[in-house]
């Protein structure tokens, strides 16, 4: 087949390195990887100059919320986030969604409500809730990439929070699908009726204790070794359970995510009041922040994804008990974590394998989140050493309520690509919706 488009850059991150290149791509996939010469005579090229050239990132942990909750947020505004932000296929979480995706048929009707809507290309999470184990493997057949479960109430009636009886039930009917899980336990939660009901931040970090995670990752820990099920450990929060994972590791099957909120703010600098930052698990220390960062760098962490759960501005209202918990962050992922790994001396290939290749590895992508022949051309052309303040104005999140509001990030998007097709240029959404619905191998 003949190459119909180039992509040509001085700095392109391949999974051999950062070197000068040209993308040839026939038919949305990436025919090869060349050298910074080898342009076919009469193809359009696309000169990326000195910017990056990176794989698209694939974020696996977005809660859409449609249908049932679109005025948080729906299919087209996230994903017209997503391509602004440089992702270019991201996994919906069940949750927050009416219904809830824990059945065959509450999948189709998300299906349903994403069709035509999408930017990027969009997979799905199911649920594990109690009671649904029988559901497990018909949607394993309709193509969820996995499952996710939480340990302590969600904040949704419609996605009810497992016990261990409960994950001893649906673990041994994976089938090699891996399980989410929010990791902290209710029995360490019980004081923040007494303490939150103010607007001190100091009050709500201390209602969601470190020991909530860490006895929750040391039950998951006993359950992957039992069962053998692959476990994922979402948003971690906590360095206090860095080293019960850094044993478990050696030789089960678990990964590791953190998220750009816990990268980028502290505890110390959260104003009383500021429930924008309101998440759980909670934004912990300066310290911790810095001790996630060192976990990184260890591969201790595997991916870094955004969490994005947005809401209505007036549910983040009250005190930290009745705010909601979420942050919205989908635009502004790649910048907030670049600007906190380029102090850090880290590498733009560190930041395509936390954002790229990394997540698609766990939702069982093989083409996607990397520059390598056979795979899709989703790609992201940004300049790291730009910076923009951010205005929430100009965000595409259905609301723009953000704890990075007036925040100075580097990094600036200026092209994405999906399958080669360019889905944002400068601040333009070219061309209808072009995004797939994703299925796993069933």
Known sequence: M????????????????????????EEGRIAAVGEWDDLPAGVPVIEAGDAVVMPGLVDTHVHVNEPGRTHWEGFETA??????????????????????????????????????????????????VPGNAGEIAGLIEDGVLGFKSFLVPSGVEEFEHVTEADLREAMPRLNGAVLLVHAELPGFLGTCVRTCAGDRYEDYLR????????EAIDLLIRLCRE?????????LATAEALPLLREARRHLPIT???????????????????????CAPPIRSRENRERLWE???EGLIDLIVTDHSPSPPELKRGGFREAWGGIASLQLALPAVWTGARARSFSLADLALWMSGHPARLAGLPN???????????????????????????????????????RTLDGVVRRTLL???TIYHDGDFPGPPAGRLLKGAG
């Open 256 to 278: 590791v995510e953190t998220c750009p909120h816990y990268l980028t703010f502290a505890a110390e600098e959260i104003p009383d009041g500021g429930l924008a930052f309101k």
């Open 2 to 25: 003949p190459t119909d488009l180039v992509v040509r850059g001085r700095r392109v991150v391949t999974p051999g390195g950062v070197a000068p290149a040209s993308i040839l791509i």
């Open 227 to 235: 069962t053998g099920a692959r476990v994922h450990v979402v948003h």
């Open 419 to 421: 399958r080669g097709e």
């Open 368 to 406: 996607k989140g990397a520059i390598r022949p056979g795979f899709d051309a989703d790609l992201v052309i940004w300049e790291p050493e730009a910076s923009f303040q951010v205005d929430p104005q100009a965000l595409q999140h259905r609301h723009k309520l953000t704890p990075y509001a007036g």
């Open 207 to 214: 209602s969601r204790p470190d020991a909530a995670e860490i």
């Open 79 to 128: 994903t017209r986030a997503a391509a602004a932000g440089g992702i270019t296929t991201l996994v919906d979480m069940p949750l927050n969604s009416i219904p809830a995706t824990t059945t065959r048929a509450a999948l189709r009707v998300k299906r349903e409500a994403a069709g035509g809507k999408c930017r990027v290309d969009v997979g799905f999470w199911g649920g594990v």
């Open 295 to 297: 976990a990184l760098r």
